[in-house]
Nanobody
């Protein structure tokens, strides 16, 4: 089991930037985890945002954030990041990181992840 703690959320104006962090603690080596960021807006289902491979050399993004958000990881610090630029009001949501050491490759499916953080609120004002 891995414990995940997100931070870095807040209130920002449209066009601004935020950097989310997710720190992990686990007996399993951090580099064994596939990591995702997902988000959930009020009244909506949780949706995929970004994923990163175990080594960090491969990433995947939803079409809605591609070119604006960047996922990265530092395996020496047991931390995954989400750099969010050019934020839009529709990016407003609670952002969650999720981890899975068992799947073979990156996944966009929330159902593939059993380990989640508590979430961090991102609010983008127009």
């Amino acid at each position: 089991q891995v414990q995940l703690v997100e931070s870095g959320g807040g209130l920002v104006q449209a066009g601004g930037s935020l950097r989310l962090s997710c720190a992990a603690s686990s007996e399993r080596t951090f580099s064994s985890y596939i990591l995702d960021w997902l988000r959930q807006a009020p009244g909506k289902e949780r949706e995929f945002v970004a994923a990163i491979s175990r080594s960090g050399d491969t990433t995947d993004y939803s079409d809605s954030v591609k070119g604006r958000f960047t996922i990265s990881r530092d395996n020496s610090k047991n931390t995954v990041y989400l750099q969010m630029n050019s934020l839009k009001p529709e990016d407003t949501a609670v952002y969650y990181c999720a981890a899975n050491p068992y799947i073979a490759t990156m996944s966009r499916r929330a159902s593939h992840f059993a380990s989640w953080g508590q979430g961090t609120q991102v609010t983008v004002s127009s």
